[in-house]
């Protein structure tokens, strides 16, 4: 990338979401106002303002009828006449977000911006929700045809599970993580430990677990979900000043791929994982083991498997077993989703890829609690993945002290 | 209040003879066993304090559901409903979900209401299913009629068993009811009528020492937290 010499360091001094899950009473400017006003108040903003105000939302025009996002929230939080702008990247609205934000602090036009993130999806029957994400997927060779994201899923996982040699039982792993992550996580959607018995090995599992695009079953899937999450992003220099930890954003990437997947070479191929990993990678100067933890973006548990391999955790074909190893567990080589990920955090949709940044920040700053910190973190990654896979933006977080 | 035992018997509806509801366990997706057994008409004190808080909630009909379900069972515990039976839900002793019905006459069913109190295990579909066990082979109906007062009901009833839609006025009223035949019944039986009989002695005993109610906050949180699950 050219020019990239030129560039500050970016940190992020503030932090802050609120809970994820079904949040009838609060409307999406709610949200996205809770979560960027705890953001502000992390980074310990008093009275000052920001320079700039990126919003990812990827439905409001769609499910609440309401557009230029950015211009209502900069005035609701009284951040007048600091510069606002809605990205919308589908599911990865929020990295997206997160790296206009970061960009725009780097270039040295801004020094303070606040990204924020949020979707309110429960507004909707869940059928409605299901329709509204396809919207994502291409009008004519796609959308007209009733394809689904868990549709494709389904597809996706026949094919990685007949190519790849992954298992149910390596699905219902990833679930059973991460719903028990999830459970000491105090914002996540999902709250409840689920059990291998409960979701699989029991007769009444057909009830419990049913299939819903085969051979993905209910648990396998991401709640739809209602929340926001928000970060203050600054020059590294400034951040050092602060009182919290600065965490640096060491490194980003972002790659596409064909809209639909019918038209890869290779459909189980994420390439557009791999090349945003990779660049992030390089430009934080780390390879994959030098990565302390993960969120990846399982909206489905074959994703947190099939991104595993792609970013370079496991070889094609190792992401399931090394599930089954408990390699992916807290305490294990590599822990992945120890938020709960998009299957118990819960996933609205323009929140994500900020959340898992924020989550990222409170671990490295060691904020979590015992029961879901990862031992002395200092450099995690997060994958946030747009359409299937055709959008995708990953980043290195490093913790920086002052 | 002294009842006139005369004017009693005339108050009083004739009751078809009913064959018990034989209690099953079901493994939950968390793991633990939801014991589903049949109540008895001086249960209904205990399942009304359960039912009060739901009265108060409207997120997912809960108010309109929990109101009817609470009068069904009034009526039912001082004899004004004609051939109505109730099951419950039991976890670890606690009541976590409440349906009930009535047989119409020897052929017909008639489906009352599915209350969930915990949620996200799909309870309420456990013990729907097996109110239609109920109906369809322990009454030997022919067929159930079911209307549905919300969204997820709908879906998990009307759409998940494929119910016939009729022109047959429900006892609720509202629309024209959905009906269970035997054969919609078998043909969804494998894939949402689950359970395993005798129940477990320890488990039994723990559900038939008392039912267990949570607190009125615990139920309002567990029904309408912040979470929804």
Redesign the interface.
């Known amino acids: 990338m050219a020019g990239r010499e030129h560039f500050r360091d970016v940190a992020i001094i503030g932090a802050g979401m609120i809970?994820f899950?079904?949040?009838?009473e609060d409307s999406l400017m709610d949200m996205l106002a809770y979560a960027s006003l705890n953001a502000l108040d992390d980074a310990g903003m008093g009275d000052q303002t920001v320079d700039a105000v990126y919003v990812a939302n990827m439905g409001g025009g769609i499910l609440q009828h309401q557009t230029a996002i950015a211009s209502s929230l900069v005035d609701r939080l009284s951040l007048l006449p600091a510069a606002a702008e809605t990205i919308e990247n589908g599911p990865a609205s929020g990295a997206s977000a997160v790296k206009n934000g970061l960009l725009a602090v780097a270039s040295g036009y801004y020094d303070m911006v606040l990204v924020v993130g949020g979707e309110k999806m429960?507004e909707v029957?869940?059928w409605r929700a299901t329709d509204f994400v396809a919207t994502m997927t291409h009008p004519l060779a796609e959308y007209i045809y009733g394809v689904t994201l868990p549709g494709m899923a389904g597809m996706f996982t026949r094919l990685y599970m007949e190519r790849y040699g992954v298992t149910r039982e390596h699905l219902v792993g990833v679930a059973v993580k991460n719903q028990e992550m999830g459970g000491l996580n105090p914002y996540a959607?999902?709250?409840?430990?689920?059990?291998r018995?409960?979701?699989f090995d029991?007769?009444?599992?057909?009830?419990?677990?049913?299939p819903v695009a085969d051979p993905l079953h209910l648990?396998d899937a991401c709640p739809v979900s209602d929340g926001a999450a928000a970060l203050i992003l600054c020059p590294l220099e400034m951040a050092k000043k602060a009182k919290k930890p600065a965490v640096l954003i060491a490194g980003f990437g972002q790659a596409t791929d064909t809209q639909t997947l019918q038209e890869r070479e290779d459909p189980t191929d994420l390439k557009a994982v791999t090349l945003a990993a990779q660049q992030a990678y390089e430009m934080a100067q780390v390879k994959p083991g030098d990565i302390d933890l993960a969120e990846l973006h399982d909206a489905f548990t074959i994703l947190e498997i099939a991104e595993s391999e792609h970013v370079g955790f496991f070889k094609k074909g190792e992401g399931g077993k090394a599930v089954a190893a408990g390699k992916t567990r807290l305490g294990g080589q590599i822990p992945i989703n120890v938020s709960g990920g998009l299957k118990a955090r819960g996933h609205p949709v323009g929140a994500t890829g900020v959340a898992q940044v924020v989550d990222i920040v409170f671990q490295l700053r060691q904020e979590v609690g015992k029961a879901r910190q990862v031992k002395n973190a200092r450099t995690g990654l997060t994958v946030n993945f747009g359409g299937f896979g055709n959008n995708v933006l990953a980043f290195v977080l490093r913790r920086v002290d002052s | 209040m002294a009842i006139d035992m005369e004017l009693e018997a005339v108050l009083r509806p004739p009751q078809l003879k009913m064959k018990p509801y034989p209690p099953k366990a079901i493994t939950l997706a968390n793991g633990k066993t939801l014991v589903v057994r049949e109540a008895s008409r001086e249960d209904v004190p205990t399942l009304l304090e359960a039912v009060h808080p739901t009265l108060f909630i409207e997120r997912d009909y809960y108010d309109i559901v929990g109101a009817r379900l609470y009068a069904e069972l009034l009526g039912w515990y001082r004899h004004r409903v004609r051939n109505e039976y109730c099951l419950i839900g039991q976890v670890d002793g606690y009541l976590v979900g409440i349906v009930n019905g009535r047989m119409v006459d020897q052929k017909v069913g008639m489906s009352y209401h599915t209350l969930a109190i915990d949620r996200g295990l799909r309870i309420g579909s456990h013990l729907f299913a097996a109110k239609m066990e109920h109906h369809i082979e322990y009454l030997g109906q022919d067929e159930v009629l079911i209307v549905a007062e919300s969204p997820i009901g709908f879906r998990r009833w009307m759409i998940e068993y494929g119910l016939e839609p009729t022109d047959i006025q429900h006892e609720l009223g509202g629309p024209d009811s959905y009906r269970l035949t035997r054969d919609l019944y078998f043909a969804s039986k494998p894939r949402l009528v689950v359970g395993s009989r005798p129940v477990p002695p320890d488990v039994w005993e723990l559900a038939t020492r008392e039912i267990l109610v949570a607190s009125e906050e615990d139920i309002r949180e567990k029904i309408a937290g912040l979470k929804g699950r």
């Open positions: 809970p899950g079904r949040r009838d429960r029957t869940g959607h999902v709250e409840m430990a689920i059990t018995q409960g979701i029991s007769p009444d599992s057909v009830v419990n677990n049913p648990y």
